[in-house]
């Protein structure tokens, strides 16, 4: 018995290091050693017009629900991108909307600046959530390229065209864009942002990169497969099933979408919980992905999500370990160490006043991180049972 429990609490402390520290030193070693190129596409100003008819069509999908806050403005920016008219199309995607936000939109489409793109407005009698939508519009278009993007996020100005340069390589089936908060609600969750687009900047020079944030992302239309209905995380899965058809997913740091909406602690908890039911829904769904045939990417999700998603009961396993082996002299050091990180990661969650270091806040985002985590997957093993979750938009 203390032979096995000698075993687990090794196993789970090895585990817990290695997922905050050894899997991102190996990354950035690897990264350093392959970097990535940048694509630098001709601006279209500077182009002839045969430029035009080599770059694919687009259609930029925008759901939407109650976000007249946002609207005018993502209308805007959608219509100043850098992109032929008459290869780009806007579907705004109205579900259920009970504030004005179908009455903005169509104002917004009449001004002069907009006038010139291609974008249609379909006000839906009903909410019906995230996925269905998808389902139900995607399929409809023929254009070479699906763009998916939030209404509270504005994307950069070349996006496309740096896209379409990606597309030119006929094994690229996904182009993720670089996600940045524009009003982080803490100085953990700043960090935390940071730390994951170096994260999935690092992933993609090892393998595909890992999911996509709603925020903003392509793909071919011809290897979209529709969704389940009760899909949580559908930027997650989306992408990784066209990964699982054999095509490529990469990340590019020079595409960005900026968050504009704000979300407070007690919203960004809740959020965390349902992102965090689709992180062990979607380890189930795309179990296929750790196969060795997928190479880098199944050791990138084995050591990033996978791990990510038990990491929780490591964490319990490897304190809880700590604290009965306590009279060896390894498991007192790795108590006392986990015990002063729980400490400061509360005092950093209840005084962030007065613990204003960002060690507490990084560390106070992270615990909370994991805790969601845990409660999250164990409201979907029990929701998975009795019926499917509840989907928003955000």
């Given at each position: 018995m ?15 290091i ?9 990354l950035?070693?690897?990264?350093k ?12 100003k ?5 430029q ?35 290869k ?15 009455e ?10 907009c ?6 407005i ?39 065209l ?11 089936g ?15 969750e ?38 389940d209905?009760?899909?949580i995380n559908d ?45 062990f ?12 045939k ?20 490591f964490m319990l ?37 007065l ?16 805790t ?12 998975k ?6 989907r928003?938009?955000?």
């Amino acid at each position: 018995m203390i032979t096995f429990l000698y075993i687990m609490t090794s196993v789970s402390i090895i585990a817990v290091i290695y997922h905050h520290a050894l899997y991102p030193i190996l990354l950035s070693w690897f990264a350093k050693r392959h970097p990535q190129k940048p694509l630098e596409p001709t601006p279209r100003k500077f182009s002839n017009s045969s430029q035009d008819c080599t770059l694919p069509t687009v259609t930029i999908i925008i759901p939407a629900y109650n976000e007249a806050q946002w609207i005018a403005e993502k209308i805007r920016n959608i219509s100043y991108l850098d992109y032929p008219t008459d290869k780009l199309k806007v579907i705004i995607i109205c579900d259920g909307c009970s504030d004005n936000t179908v009455e903005i939109a169509n104002n917004t489409i009449q001004e002069a600046l907009c006038s010139d793109t291609h974008i249609e407005i379909f006000p839906q009698l009903k909410n019906q959530g995230k996925v269905a939508v998808l389902n139900q519009f995607i399929p409809q278009y023929d254009s070479d390229i699906i763009a998916l993007s939030d209404v509270s996020a504005l994307i950069s100005y070349d996006a496309l065209l740096i896209a379409a340069k990606h597309f030119e390589n006929s094994e690229i089936g996904v182009v993720n864009a670089t996600y940045r908060l524009l009003t982080p609600s803490s100085v953990g969750e700043r960090q935390y942002w940071d730390y994951q687009t170096k994260i999935k900047q690092q992933e993609a020079t090892l393998g595909d990169s890992l999911g996509a944030h709603g925020a903003f992302y392509l793909f071919r239309s011809a290897l979209f497969v529709p969704l389940d209905e009760d899909t949580i995380n559908d930027d997650f899965i989306l992408p990784m099933s066209i990964v699982e058809q054999g095509h490529h997913a990469i990340y590019d740091p020079t595409i960005c979408a900026v968050e504009l909406d704000y979300v407070d602690r007690r919203d960004d908890f809740s959020r965390r919980l349902r992102i965090s039911a689709g992180n062990f829904q979607q380890l189930v769904r795309l179990f296929g992905l750790f196969n060795p045939k997928y190479k880098g990417t199944a050791f990138t999700f084995l050591s990033g999500k996978g791990l990510r998603i038990t990491m929780p009961y490591f964490m319990l396993m490897a304190y809880i370990g700590s604290w009965l082996l306590i009279s060896s002299p390894l498991f007192l050091i790795a108590f006392v160490c986990q015990t002063l990180g729980y400490i400061m990661s509360i005092l950093g969650i209840i005084l962030p006043r007065l613990f204003s270091h960002k060690i507490f806040h990084v560390l106070a985002y992270l615990v909370a991180g994991h805790t969601a985590n845990f409660i999250g997957g164990i409201n979907y093993i029990f929701r998975k049972l009795t019926g499917p979750l509840n989907r928003v938009h955000k």
